[in-house]
């Protein structure tokens, strides 16, 4: 139709000419080929004889599964992402919320969980995760969800003690779990919310390849060995450096409605609050005994391995664009 453009799309992006373009002339695929590339590439150098040093000290490795997994994963989030309707994304948030949730509950509930506790946790987890897309406030969900937790609990634990335990962890499910996602969900109701989101991923993503590469190449010094013994200072930096750039990078290429400044403050702010919700769910899996929560993602543990420091950062960038930013939900 004459006339028509498509809305919430910055001008800046998917600008396609009659004689047609490239892949890389689209910023928003050029995002997507940079950060697939680079651990691509850093995979293929640590690899090479001609890159690797004969020092045993200094030998490294990887682990490829990650690789092939992050490569099976990224195109069809970012095709859910950016070009999918909203409620696209709060489906797949439910998926993957709910794998994460039942891997808490195994390493919360060791010798089980009954049917009923499992039933209230994740109908509670799921009341959180879509309370955006309804009036309904944060204080009623949760006073809601309190009263609902303690009247199961009471009727299916043997001791008070248990029911305190049990009350608290069905809780920490919609708290630790449901409520960070569910802020994923309001970013992406507010104004061009696909790039918002698209952003907190790119730039969470980077953190977590920068951390992990520089820390294996590169780490000397632990940051907390009693909590997570593979944890390097040289990681954390190498985290931030490529988390600032990726961020940077992102605002030029589309997310135009964050300024450069914006862009230097999350790419910092989401690598150190994303550290805190790695440490975090590192602490869980210390004081219950387990390596990784899960193992759904070759390579990369569990379900909730591969979300803790999304559920950090995802708060974290919300309230900084909806509050410090002021960006208001579409109406």
């Known amino acids: 139709m004459a006339g028509f453009s498509p809305t919430g799309v910055p001008p800046s992006v998917d600008r396609v000419s009659k004689t047609g373009t490239s892949v890389w002339s689209s910023p928003k695929h050029r995002i997507v080929i940079t950060l ?10 640590a690899h090479s004889p001609r890159f690797v ?3 045993p000290a200094r030998t490294r490795h990887f682990d490829l599964r990650r690789l092939y997994t992050a490569l099976a994963l990224i195109p069809a989030v970012y095709l859910i992402i950016a070009h999918l309707v909203p409620l696209a994304l709060t489906l797949l948030l439910l998926v993957v919320g709910v794998i994460a949730l039942l891997e808490l509950f195994k390493l919360s509930f060791p010798s089980g969980l009954s049917h009923l506790l499992l039933g209230v946790g994740l109908a509670g987890f799921t009341l959180t995760l879509i309370q955006p897309h309804f009036s309904v406030s944060w204080s ?5 969800g309190v009263l609902v937790a303690l009247v199961t609990v009471s009727i299916s634990a043997a001791s008070a003690e248990h029911r305190w335990n049990d009350a608290l962890v069905i809780l920490l499910g ?3 779990v449901g409520f960070p996602l569910s802020t994923v969900v309001s970013a992406r109701a507010l104004p061009e919310g696909q790039w918002l989101v698209l952003f907190l991923a790119v730039v969470t993503w980077a953190s977590d390849i920068g951390a992990y590469y520089a820390g294996t190449l ?15 200072v040289e990681g954390v930096l190498g985290g931030l450096i490529l988390a600032v750039a990726v961020a940077l990078l992102a605002q030029q290429w589309f ?3 964050l300024s450069v400044s914006d862009a230097l403050i999350l790419g910092a702010l989401l690598t150190m609050v994303g550290l805190i919700g790695d440490l975090f769910e590192s602490f869980i899996k210390r004081r219950t005994g387990a390596k990784d929560s899960g193992g759904i993602l070759p390579g990369h543990g569990g379900m909730l391995d591969r979300l803790d420091s999304l559920l950090f ?8 664009v909806a509050y410090l930013r002021g960006l208001s939900p579409l109406s």
């Open 53 to 55: 040093t004969t020092s």
């Open 313 to 320: 950062t995802a708060p974290t960038f919300y309230y900084y």
């Open 36 to 45: 697939v590339g680079y651990p691509l590439a850093t995979e293929i150098l």
């Open 255 to 257: 997310a135009s409605q």
């Open 174 to 176: 919609m708290l630790y």
């Open 218 to 232: 590169w780490g000397k010094h632990p940051l907390l060995p009693s909590i997570s013994p593979k944890k390097t």
């Open 140 to 144: 009623e969900l949760l006073v809601g």
